[in-house]
């Protein structure tokens, strides 16, 4: 299957200092990743849909500002947390989707954030 | 709206067969998946059903009636490593995926 990797794995930062995540798909071109959010116990929560070379669509709720995205190139698509405080704190996982399968979405391992 | 409802939790017994059951109401239909979570990990990809049936992987098997807005995953032989979050997941017509909650299933020797 299709490999996406994201780092870093877990992160730990203080308060009001920005923090940037990678995800790369490995094996194949994603024109279309997704950010996700997941607090313990709870179920996948979108945050945002990254397009290569055109503008993140965030979901309702989710502060663009706060959550900058950036997908520069077919493989790659950054999230960058700033100014963040400790409500911040989840479980940020990446998808890409394969075009060439499915349609379906293959996820990183995850970033766990812990902002003190 | 658009919404996924599955089981909160389910236990079965190292072995046995153990069925997850999942509805849907969604803008459009693209295809159901499947994905399996362990604690503290992110998502795999179990299954994909778009048209109506059953799909036979293994020990895993996922099934959908697309009339009914219904599928389930079925897990047979059941091992202590299938303790995990199930979570079923359906691609509206602007193809995002639209999350159930997941189900935990708790497998007891």
């Known amino acids: 299957g299709a490999v996406v990797s994201q780092h870093p794995s877990w992160v730990i930062c203080k308060s009001g200092t920005s923090v940037k995540i990678e995800c790369r798909s490995l094996?194949?071109?994603?024109?279309?990743m997704f950010w996700y959010r997941q607090f313990p116990k709870q179920s996948l929560m979108l945050m945002a849909t990254s397009n290569e070379g055109s503008k993140a669509t965030y979901e309702q709720g989710v502060e663009k500002d706060k959550f900058l995205i950036n997908h520069a190139s077919l493989t790659l698509s950054t999230l960058t947390v700033t100014s963040a405080h400790p409500e911040d704190s989840s479980f940020y996982i990446c998808?890409?989707?394969?075009?060439?399968?499915?349609?379906?979405?293959?996820f990183g391992p995850g970033t766990r954030l812990t902002v003190l | 709206g658009q919404n996924i409802d599955q089981p909160t939790e389910m236990t079965a017994t190292e072995g046995a067969i153990v069925q997850i059951n999942c509805t849907y109401q969604?803008?459009?239909?693209?295809?159901l998946f499947w994905y399996q979570q362990h604690a503290g990990e992110a998502p795999t990809f179990l299954s994909y059903n778009v048209l109506d049936g059953l799909e036979e992987k293994g020990r895993f098997s996922s099934f959908l009636s697309r009339s009914k807005g219904y599928s389930y995953l079925l897990l047979k032989e059941l091992q202590m490593k299938d303790s995990a979050s199930y979570l079923c997941a359906v691609m509206d017509s602007n193809y995002q995926l639209i999350w159930g909650a997941g189900t935990k299933l708790i497998i007891k020797p």
């Open positions: 998808s890409a989707r394969d075009l060439a399968g499915y349609n379906e979405q293959f």
């Open positions: 094996d194949f071109q994603a024109t279309t």
């Open positions: 969604t803008s459009g239909f693209n295809g």
